[in-house]
């Protein structure tokens, strides 16, 4: 993981800014990551034990995977409970970063009204939660939240292009409401809170099964099984390593309390799909075919991120490019994929 007393350099003001972080980081709380089991949260649970802090992970494991978390157990700071945030949870905290719900199409739609339920009754329960112990919040909104985008890049003053009755909607519609309830919370009962959209992220300890693009094509890639690209490859995608995204996330926590967000946190370098498949076959050196299949409804066209507002007030943009990143993620699937066979040669 990315750490933060290297990551800024520079002039004085970035210094300073850098300053603030690492006294922010390095006053104890005790802080829940909900859904820290999952791909972002068990990284944030890491880098914030490896801060000296005491960190309670929530999850439900609908996706999240213990062997995420497992290694963190090392720490005496560290707590696992199985909680669903749809029901309500009474804990001291200093902090919360609220990261509890399905993010890929398949896993969010297998089950849309509770998709719906964790994005709305979960973030009122974390918000009540906030109110009651004087906590500052973070929600993880996304880049779904502008649908399919008429305005490109992706400012956070658009309003989006958003189905409100289509497959997507329980996850689109389900942040848009989200967000509303941490902005009447704070209007209304000052919460603090910090909302980060969140645009495609990819990394290590990603699920093999997630349906997410980038995890599909390594997958089939390893296996030498056909690459599907969904459309004729031209729709676009910006891809963000793992740990750039979690250094923007403890930057945004740290700001001060008047930086609400909403604010981007995304890789700006834009990518076709095709590109993207054709970068898994050269790194990977397979001999997969592409194939095409019909374009899923309301699949956005275009996404790019705008991130000035997060580089004027954070000093943070991307350090990973695409390649470095896939490779690593590459390694990730083959030692999952090369463990797998080998349970399954002891089965037999």
Same mark, same amino acid.
């Given at each position: 993981?990315?750490?933060?007393?290297?990551?800024? @350099?520079?002039?004085?003001?970035? $210094?300073? %800014?850098?300053?603030?972080?690492?006294?922010?980081? #390095?006053?104890?709380?005790?802080?829940?990551? !909900?859904?820290?089991?999952?791909?972002?949260?068990?990284?944030?649970?890491?880098?914030?034990?490896?801060?000296?802090?005491?960190?309670?992970?929530?999850?439900?494991? @609908?996706?999240?995977?213990?062997?995420?978390?497992?290694?963190?157990?090392?720490?005496? /700071?560290?707590? $696992?409970?199985?909680?669903?945030?749809?029901?309500?949870?009474?804990?001291?905290?200093?902090?919360?970063?609220? $990261?509890?719900?399905?993010? @890929?199409?398949?896993?969010?739609?297998?089950?849309?009204?509770?998709?719906?339920?964790? =994005?709305?009754?979960?973030?009122?329960?974390?918000?009540?939660?906030? +109110?009651?112990? /004087? +906590?500052?919040?973070?929600?993880? *909104?996304? @880049?779904?939240? %502008?649908?399919?985008?008429?305005?490109?890049?992706?400012?956070?003053? %658009?309003?989006?292009?958003?189905?409100?009755?289509?497959?997507?909607?329980?996850?689109?519609?389900?942040?848009? =409401?989200?967000?509303?309830?941490?902005?009447?919370?704070?209007?209304?009962?000052?919460? #603090?809170?910090?909302?980060?959209?969140?645009?495609?992220?990819?990394?290590?300890?990603?699920?093999?099964?997630?349906?997410?693009?980038?995890?599909?094509?390594?997958?089939?890639?390893?296996?030498?099984?056909?690459?599907?690209?969904?459309?004729? /490859?031209?729709?676009?995608?910006?891809? =963000?390593?793992?740990?750039?995204?979690?250094?923007?996330?403890?930057?945004?926590?740290? *700001?001060?309390?008047?930086?609400?967000?909403?604010?981007?946190? /995304?890789?700006?370098?834009?990518? !076709?799909?095709?590109?993207?498949?054709?970068?898994?076959?050269?790194?990977?050196?397979?001999?997969?075919?592409?194939?095409?299949?019909? $374009?899923?409804?309301?699949?956005?066209?275009?996404?790019?991120?705008?991130?000035?507002? +997060?580089?004027?007030?954070?000093?943070?943009?991307?350090?990973?490019?695409?390649?470095?990143?896939? +490779?690593? !993620?590459?390694?990730?699937?083959?030692?999952?994929?090369?463990?797998?066979?080998?349970?399954?040669?002891?089965?037999?």
């Amino acid at each position: 993981m990315t750490n933060l007393k290297n990551v800024l @350099s520079g002039n004085l003001e970035k $210094l300073i %800014y850098e300053d603030s972080v690492l006294q922010r980081l #390095e006053i104890q709380k005790r802080i829940l990551v !909900t859904g820290g089991a999952g791909f972002l949260g068990s990284h944030l649970c890491e880098l914030l034990l490896e801060a000296g802090h005491q960190v309670i992970c929530a999850d439900n494991f @609908s996706t999240g995977m213990r062997q995420n978390v497992e290694h963190l157990k090392r720490f005496d /700071g560290f707590r $696992l409970i199985v909680h669903d945030v749809v029901e309500p949870i009474d804990l001291d905290v200093d902090e919360i970063y609220n $990261l509890a719900c399905p993010a @890929s199409p398949p896993h969010y739609q297998a089950d849309p009204i509770h998709t719906t339920k964790t =994005c709305v009754l979960g973030t009122l329960n974390m918000l009540e939660l906030a +109110a009651r112990y /004087g +906590a500052r919040i973070f929600q993880a *909104s996304t @880049s779904e939240i %502008y649908g399919d985008p008429q305005i490109h890049p992706q400012v956070e003053s %658009y309003w989006g292009n958003v189905n409100t009755f289509g497959p997507r909607s329980c996850y689109d519609e389900g942040k848009r =409401c989200a967000e509303t309830l941490l902005f009447d919370f704070h209007r209304a009962r000052q919460v #603090e809170i910090k909302v980060v959209r969140i645009f495609n992220t990819y990394g290590p300890r990603m699920r093999p099964d997630d349906g997410r693009v980038v995890s599909n094509f390594i997958v089939q890639a390893l296996k030498g099984e056909d690459i599907t690209i969904y459309g004729n /490859g031209s729709q676009t995608r910006s891809f =963000c390593f793992v740990d750039d995204l979690i250094d923007g996330i403890i930057r945004v926590m740290a *700001s001060p309390a008047s930086l609400t967000g909403p604010i981007n946190l /995304g890789n700006p370098a834009e990518f !076709t799909i095709g590109e993207l498949a054709e970068q898994v076959i050269e790194l990977t050196g397979s001999r997969s075919k592409i194939v095409y299949r019909p $374009l899923p409804v309301d699949d956005p066209r275009q996404r790019r991120p705008d991130i000035s507002l +997060a580089e004027r007030e954070l000093g943070w943009r991307p350090r990973v490019d695409l390649s470095a990143g896939l +490779a690593q !993620t590459i390694g990730h699937f083959d030692a999952l994929l090369t463990q797998s066979d080998r349970e399954l040669m002891e089965v037999a």
